[in-house]
């Protein structure tokens, strides 16, 4: 059974940095396009950064620059390094997994709040 826990959500001032983590279980982590995706109040979730397990990245325009996607495959880990957050980051941040090896399949993590204030 896959399991994503997050980590490291919290309240920071306009400006500041958080570090979220995300570690998995239960599955190739080496094999899996990892991902943060993000849902405000009333809103869609959105991707926000994705790595393939080629190390290939992409961000969501609205943090190109500011946020930066890495992973640890010897810790089964994946990072989202935020720096000058902004209140408009304020959200619930998930962790997703996507398999190489199915492609249909795709799990989440519980989330993790993060509340930029102004």
């Known amino acids: 059974q896959v399991q994503l826990v997050e980590s490291g959500g919290g309240l920071v001032q306009a400006g500041g940095s958080l570090r979220l983590s995300c570690a998995a279980s239960?599955?190739?982590?080496?094999?899996?396009?990892m991902g943060w995706y993000r849902q405000a109040p009333g809103k869609q979730r959105e991707l926000v950064a994705r790595?393939?397990?080629?190390?290939?990245?992409n961000y969501a325009d609205s943090v190109k620059g500011r946020f930066t996607i890495s992973r640890d495959n010897a810790k089964n880990t994946v990072f989202l390094q935020m720096n000058s957050l902004k209140p408009e980051d304020t959200a619930v941040y998930y962790c997703?997994?996507?398999?190489?090896?199915?492609?249909?399949?795709?799990?989440w993590g519980q989330g993790t709040q993060v509340t930029v204030s102004s």
């Open positions: 997703n997994a996507r398999p190489d090896y199915s492609p249909m399949s795709t799990y």
């Open positions: 239960g599955t190739i982590f080496s094999l899996n396009a």
């Open positions: 790595i393939a397990s080629s190390g290939v990245t």
